[in-house]
């Protein structure tokens, strides 16, 4: 079967990293390529946990730099959120430091270069503020017609996490949210509606620990922390980004509808809102993303644990 390319933008923290892990390890892709991004933490420790991650796993993804900082938005280069993923976004969990070098491209041009390279087929799963994403649609015109879907982890139908109606990924760069929603390219939205029930358990913790293989012991240290933050009164062990790829690969995990989507960049109180008209009860624009409004928590947990654990096969 050949394999889905993909292009994985991030700014990994925890769960960003689980969703690398499946990625890595999920017999549909070929992950072509990492970009990093200003978002949980500070680009400089997104990006040396994404190349940190691949060469512990003895896996040779490019690994590039991206923005450090949104187009308009409210997450700078010193802020983030240490407090849900720790100062330097893995939890306090050290990785060995790499020894290879990231990629001499920037995220921009990685992005563009890999698309060329895969001839239309590739898929991007953008999991962090979509800053990197909107820079190269604004740098290559012909980006957009060479990307055949975006999965992203965003947005949220009803709700927020970082203001009561938007989504932190989103709300970190909401001009690039627009950017990005609005580029015409078939693209799937996971927001909060679905994220905020794939939540992980210490059963789920316990089969990958039983594995014993890197991949499942790292993914088990990032839930335990999880848990502890859980239990200090934190946001519990949500695998917001690990479904944006469940999305791509696990479709029968979730339920979605077509929507108008867009993002509000500008406004007191509504900078980085993802719009959206799902349900169609009150029509507001042409359908261009699908949306996901429901979750089977049990097929996707299953889903990850088993597909995590298919590293015991390269072990
Ligand atoms: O709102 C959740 C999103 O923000 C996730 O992608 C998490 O990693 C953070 O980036
Ligand atoms: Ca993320």
Redesign the pocket.
């Known amino acids: 079967m050949n394999k889905r390319p993909f292009l994985i933008d991030c700014?990994t923290?925890t769960?960003?990293a689980i969703a690398i892990l499946a990625a890595l390890y999920s017999p549909q892709i070929d992950v072509k390529a990492i970009t990093s991004v200003n978002?949980?933490v500070a680009e400089r420790y997104t990006s040396q946990n994404n190349l940190n991650l691949v060469e512990y796993l003895g896996k040779s993804v490019p690994v590039a730099h991206g923005a450090v900082r949104p187009l308009l938005g409210g997450v700078l280069d010193t802020e983030g959120?240490p407090d849900t993923h720790g100062k330097t976004g893995l939890g306090g969990i050290q990785l060995p430091t790499a020894q290879r070098s990231f990629d001499p491209r920037v995220a921009d041009q990685l992005i563009y270069e890999t698309a060329v390279e895969c001839k239309g087929e590739l898929e991007l799963l953008v999991?962090?503020p979509m800053t990197n994403i909107a820079i190269a649609l604004c740098n290559h015109g012909d980006l957009a017609g060479l990307i055949k879907h975006i999965w992203f982890?965003g947005g949220a139908c009803q709700g927020g996490?970082v203001l009561p109606t938007a989504?932190?990924?989103i709300w970190a760069d909401a001009l690039a949210g627009h950017i990005v929603t609005q580029s015409g390219i078939p693209m799937t939205m996971v927001g909060?509606d679905v994220?905020l029930k794939a939540v992980m358990t210490e059963e789920d913790i316990a089969q990958l620990r039983g594995v014993g293989t890197k991949a499942c012991t790292l993914a088990a240290d990032l839930l335990d922390f999880m848990v502890r933050r859980r239990d200090a009164g934190g946001e519990d062990l949500v695998m917001?980004?690990a479904l944006a790829l469940g999305a791509a690969l696990c479709p029968e995990c979730l339920t979605c509808v077509d929507a108008f989507v867009d993002v509000e960049y500008s406004g007191t109180y509504t900078m980085g809102h993802t719009f959206s008209d799902a349900g169609r009860r009150y029509p507001a624009g042409k359908p261009n993303a699908s949306v996901a409004l429901d979750i089977d928590v049990p097929m996707f947990r299953k889903w990850l644990v088993e597909t995590i654990s298919r590293s015991k096969a390269e072990e």
């Open positions: 700014d923290g769960d960003d978002g949980n959120a999991v962090g982890m996490n989504e932190f990924n909060l994220t917001h980004d």
